[in-house]
């Protein structure tokens, strides 16, 4: 593909990080330009993967010691375009939680990630209205969506049933993760997950040899 008509393509693909920097940066140019046409040969983002807050913590810390090697390696593999590994502002809220002298290095590398957009699990129906004497309340009625209610009906918690959600409506194939809690494990329930989401919910090491990728 001409150096033109990949340019061209990476309007077409959605690429807004080209229509804003191109006349400041000719070398970011290059190389996304570069990236379009490795899209068009099929060679990049074969599965875009979502990543827990544990991974990313993981990636900070290297506090997994059973997963190192693979987060390792799936980072390789990010790096050269094999996957497009994503997350979302649901990370960002759970890495707020850490207690601030040790935050750093996880906000750090949320900030390197992709995110994703978010996605609503719930809408205001109606809102309701209580007057007695000179006392007025508004009350909304807000209901979920019924597949974050499917979720939360499987026993995961808030927060993991928000970022499958996500993960679910923004088009992921994978959901990479080490929680393996008892009780309320997204590991635990891999299969309910797969067929409700279509995503393959995996460590990461799992998750390279599903997906063939070798490495020492």
């Known amino acids: 593909m001409p150096g033109a008509d990949a340019r061209q393509a990476a309007f077409s693909l ?11 940066d000719t070398g970011l140019e290059k190389r996304l330009t570069a990236t379009v046409e490795r899209i068009a040969c099929g060679s ?17 810390k290297d506090d997994i010691a059973s997963e190192s090697q693979a987060i390792s390696r799936l980072l390789v593999l990010a790096d050269s375009g094999g996957v497009q590994l994503v997350t979302s502002e649901i990370t960002l809220q ?25 996605v609503r699990y719930d809408e205001l129906l109606f809102i309701t209205q209580y007057c007695s004497g000179n006392i007025s309340m508004n009350s909304p009625v807000i209901q979920n969506e019924p597949l974050y209610d499917r979720l939360l009906a499987l026993g995961l918690d808030t927060v993991d049933a928000r970022h499958l959600f996500v993960a679910g409506k923004q088009g992921c194939r994978a959901f990479i993760t080490c929680d393996n809690t008892r009780g309320t494990s997204i590991l635990r329930r891999w299969k309910e997950l797969d067929a409700m989401l279509n995503v393959s919910v995996q460590l990461p090491s799992t998750f390279l040899a599903a ?4 490495g020492s």
């Open 14 to 24: 959605g690429l807004p990080i080209l229509r804003r920097y191109e006349r400041h």
């Open 44 to 60: 990049v983002f074969s599965v875009k993967a979502y990543l827990d807050t544990n991974v990313v913590s993981a990636i900070a």
């Open 94 to 118: 759970e890495i707020k939680r850490i207690p601030a002298k040790h935050r750093a290095p996880h906000e750090r590398t949320f900030h390197l990630l992709e995110k994703i957009p978010m």
């Open 211 to 214: 997906n063939r990728v070798s």
